[in-house]
């Protein structure tokens, strides 16, 4: 399993152990929150024993944009995406996703509510074919639940349902040029490859905002433009990403706005341009990671 | 591996696409085998050939059959979800447990609530599954290895507690001071402990063979063949095949081309869905199953009380077919035999699973048996009666290959076991999916590469790039 799941997390929100930020601070934040800020961060903690992984962390999304957040190794940039995705709980603060608080809830209800992640190695389903793999990500399918699934006249309807949906997948593979996988088992993908498949099958549950862990690392350099080309095709539809990135020109290239992480606190925030700039960030990087 | 690879490699493709024509080509070669050597055993032995065939057949046919319904029902849980369950034993236990005493009359002894057998059957199989529901929810928060602790715990914690002599209801004197009938608002029953419990019937043709009234149906029946059973038993009588033995093969039949076809059929149902598609990832990868808005516990926590239910009606059909059961029928051994049938058919696979049964029945199971008694049958005729040592050692001091050969014979019911490993290391280091776990069975209710607008071009051009 992953470290994630291994870490001695407190169950559940306690609301004792949010000293920062207010019940009612939250609420206000909901209701202030612009239909333009679909993800907002407040006051986010998260500690490992006597570690400070995440230390107040708050940051705001806007909505349409491609927003990188960086940082050098070990600033805390995969825990405040595991604390925001719901796989860690926040030790405190809030998480505000299109203005509702989805602070403690689990993955599921998050992927639920249109906020997508994808891993930084990716997690592909092995031995599940390319296909597979997609068409489990779609939201509300019927065949779900296991009734639809066997009763002999209900089970039609998730026939139907299916066709719709293999349709979709095959669009979905056509798209970022990976339909001549189609039947391949997901296992046996290069690195690159696994990157165009997570990220496909991220959209298949018609996300509203994609999380993207590193999904350029491991990737071979005409992978990795056929990547930020897709991400920037579905930008411009109108999807909403927010990108850990390790590479730091990369982010500076692609996105129009950019946080910066250091030692689990926020450094920096801003157009690429201005962080470029900052001296806070210079040294950060200098000093960590030359 | 090379004699059975090339057999394998004769098979006509078209066999082996076929599921259904699969499985029919492995009963057929394995029903062939077993006429031959019964027919070789009968003839050495001067006995009547069509009755000994007959016997071994019907014998062959139950094992295969409930081998393959657990192994099915095992599928579900191992093969697609993932899910390391082996406290098979212990839901076989509940399900015939729960049947018996739903079945037993109330002034038995064991005392039982007296319920027809039909709705006992179905009352144990929900009873199965709400059991099976309780073992899930603490042990499918843990991990894999976990869980197997957990079920393996629980299926002896159920044989024991059937075996204590506290729940028993043998002595149904309130006042004696061993009482020990179970007594929950009024009503009283009990497991029979150690000396365990009658089940409703002990030859489940009757009743086809006798039942004459609808009471016959509900409450068992009294064992007189009807028109049916009758007309059955004396055309199989002037062949010289008894009477025990076309109940036996009628049963047999029933499992085998009844239940084993409805579990296959509602196992593939449940497999070839979105949901079984949830499953698979769950095996793969719970993390990515939640982070794509799947509530991996529930699915999880629904599909261990359905394969438990399974596992409890297996139970029910297998063990529950004798007329008695005895905790002792419950122990470990029978779901590793189980487990070794799946893996031997291939963990994931539906038709596998049947084929493991098959295979696992007929050559694991109860091959050893045969060969060691054709072995003998030829070694008795060219060298004589063979000589049969009590101990190991006094069958090694002997010096005399024909009295190793006749200990070796003399247990091979215990050689088996050592037989077994082999086979699973051997499986394990070579084939470790099995006959065909390699096989894609596609988890979803449409062919997913049917599509018209596919570009055939495209997939040619950029083939070499899933090497990189």
Redesign the interface.
């Known amino acids: 399993?992953?470290d994630?799941?291994d870490t001695p997390a407190p169950q559940g929100k306690d609301p004792d152990e949010l000293p920062e930020v207010e019940d009612s601070d939250i609420e206000r934040a909901a209701q202030e929150t612009p239909r333009g800020l679909p993800l907002r961060v407040q006051g986010l903690e998260k500690r490992f024993g006597g570690i400070t992984a995440v230390d107040g962390v708050s940051f705001e999304v806007e909505e349409g944009s491609l927003t990188g957040l960086i940082g050098p190794n070990g600033a805390g940039k995969s825990t405040t995406f595991n604390c925001i995705?719901g796989?860690h709980d926040a030790d405190g603060g809030a998480v505000l996703f299109q203005g509702e608080d989805i602070t403690g809830l689990?993955?599921?209800e998050i992927?639920?509510r249109g906020l997508?992640?994808t891993?930084q190695i990716a997690?592909?389903?092995?031995?599940?074919?390319v296909?597979?793999n997609l068409?489990?990500?779609p939201?509300g399918?019927?065949?779900?639940?296991?009734v639809n699934?066997?009763t002999p006249g209900l089970?039609d309807d998730?026939?139907a349902q299916?066709?719709d949906l293999?349709?979709e997948?095959?669009e979905t593979l056509?798209f970022f040029?990976i339909?001549?996988?189609?039947?391949?088992?997901a296992g046996?993908?290069?690195g690159g490859?696994r990157k165009l498949l997570e990220l496909a099958?991220?959209l298949m549950?018609d996300p509203e905002m994609l999380l993207l862990d590193e999904p350029f690392a491991g990737v071979?350099p005409s992978l990795e433009e056929k990547l930020l080309d897709r991400v920037h095709d579905l930008r411009e539809q109108g999807y909403t990403f927010l990108l850990v990135e390790h590479d730091m020109d990369l982010i500076m290239e692609n996105c129009e706005r950019v946080i910066v992480m250091h030692q689990g606190k926020l450094l920096a925030e801003g157009e690429p341009e201005d962080i470029k700039n900052n001296e806070q960030v210079i040294e950060a990087y200098l000093g960590e990671d030359v | 591996m090379s004699v059975a690879q090339r057999a394998w490699g004769a098979v006509p493709d078209s066999v082996k696409e076929s599921d259904t024509q699969l499985i029919a080509g492995v009963l057929v070669f394995t029903y062939l085998l077993y006429v031959l050597a019964q027919t070789f055993l009968a003839v050495t032995n001067n006995a009547a050939i069509l009755p000994a065939v007959a016997n071994s057949l019907q014998n062959l046919t139950f094992l295969i059959a409930v081998y393959a319904i657990m192994a099915l029902a095992l599928n579900l849980h191992w093969g697609y979800t993932g899910l390391f369950n082996i406290g098979i034993a212990g839901f076989m236990a509940v399900g015939v447990y729960s049947m018996s005493i739903l079945a037993a009359p109330t002034t038995g002894s064991p005392p039982g609530l007296g319920l027809p057998i039909p709705v006992a059957i179905v009352g144990a199989v929900a009873i199965t599954a709400i059991v099976g529901g309780l073992a899930a929810l603490p042990a499918l928060q843990l991990d894999a290895d976990y869980l197997a602790i957990v079920t393996v715990g629980f299926s002896e914690i159920i044989r024991l507690v059937l075996n204590a002599s506290y729940f028993a209801g043998t002595v149904q004197d309130p006042e004696a001071s061993g009482y020990n009938v179970v007594d929950i608002f009024g009503i009283q029953f009990g497991t029979g402990g150690g000396q365990g419990i009658n089940t409703p019937t002990s030859s489940p043709a009757d009743f086809l063979y006798s039942t004459t009234s609808l009471g016959d149906l509900l409450y068992g029946p009294s064992g007189d063949p009807n028109a049916l059973g009758s007309a059955v038993y004396a055309a199989a009588e002037s062949v010289g095949v008894n009477s025990s033995v076309v109940d036996g093969a009628t049963y047999s039949f029933f499992l085998l081309v009844v239940v084993v076809t409805l579990y296959y059929v509602l196992l593939v149902r449940i497999g070839n869905s979105p949901f079984g598609r949830v499953l698979k990832a769950i095996r793969e990868d719970e993390l990515v199953a939640q982070s794509l808005g799947k509530d991996t516990r529930w699915f999880k926590v629904k599909v261990f009380m359905v394969g438990c239910a399974l596992m409890g009606l297996g139970g029910i059909l297998w063990q529950g077919s004798f007329g008695f059961v005895n905790p002792n029928t419950f122990r470990p051994i029978v779901t590793f035999y189980i487990f070794t049938a799946l893996i031997v058919g291939g963990a994931g696979s539906n038709t596998g699973s049947v084929i493991g049964g098959a295979v696992f029945a007929a050559f694991l199971f109860e091959g050893p048996r045969q060969l060691a008694r054709i072995v003998e049958a030829l070694v008795t005729s060219a060298f004589g009666s063979l000589p049969s040592p009590t101990t190991f050692y006094a069958a090694v001091v002997s010096l005399n290959p024909l009295a190793w050969l006749g200990y070796t014979i003399d247990n091979v019911s215990t050689l088996k076991f050592v037989f077994l490993g082999a086979v699973l290391v051997y499986l394990m280091q070579n084939r470790s999916d099995g006959l065909l776990g390699h096989r894609k069975e596609i988890a979803s209710s449409v062919d997913l590469s049917d599509r018209t607008t596919r570009n055939r071009e495209s997939a040619a051009a950029d083939g070499g790039e899933s090497d990189e």
Not at chain 1, 141 to 146: A, D, F, I, P
Not at chain 1, 179 to 185: M, W
């Open positions: 399993m992953s994630a799941t995705t796989v689990k993955p599921y992927a639920n997508v992640r891993f997690r592909e389903l092995e031995e599940m074919t296909l597979e068409m489990l990500a939201r399918q019927r065949g779900e639940k296991l699934a066997v089970r998730v026939v299916e066709t293999r349709e997948v095959w056509e040029e339909d001549h996988l189609a039947e391949e088992y046996n993908l290069s490859q099958r991220a549950v071979n």
